[in-house]
Nanobody, 120 residues
Framework: QVQLVESGGGSVQPGGSLRLSCAAS????????MGWYRQAPGKRRELVAA???????DYADSVKGRFTISRDNTKNTVELQMNSLKPEDTAVYYC??????????????WGQGTRVTVSS
């Protein structure tokens, strides 16, 4: 059973930093591609950062140079370091795990989300 639990969200002023953590069950980090998505009120859920199948990383243009995704296979965690936060970064952030080999892309799991609020 796949289980993802996010933590680290909160409120911060513009220019501040937060570090999100996703705790994954079992060997998820070895078997699935891991990533972070976010959803702001009234908007569609969008990719923030993810590990791709070839081991490289993929970032949304809006966060490049500010956010960094990392993982620790021993601790089964995926981190998202967020620096120079902007009000437009305000959203609920979700940890994602997907099996790139699933024939119908139906082996996808989400955490419950953690809220990030950036305001003065």
């Amino acid at each position: 059973q796949v289980q993802l639990v996010e933590s680290g969200g909160g409120s911060v002023q513009p220019g501040g930093s937060l570090r999100l953590s996703c705790a994954a069950s079992g060997s998820i980090l070895k078997l699935y591609n891991m990533g972070w998505y976010r959803q702001a009120p009234g908007k569609r859920r969008e990719l923030v950062a993810a590990f791709t199948g070839d081991g490289s990383t993929d970032y949304a243009d809006s966060v490049k140079g500010r956010f960094t995704i990392s993982r620790d296979n021993t601790k089964n965690t995926v981190e998202l370091q967020m620096n120079s936060l902007k009000p437009e970064d305000t959203a609920v952030y979700y940890c994602n795990a997907d099996n790139p080999w699933a024939p119908h892309h139906d082996d996808v799991f989400w955490g419950q989300g953690t809220r990030v609020t950036v305001s003065s």
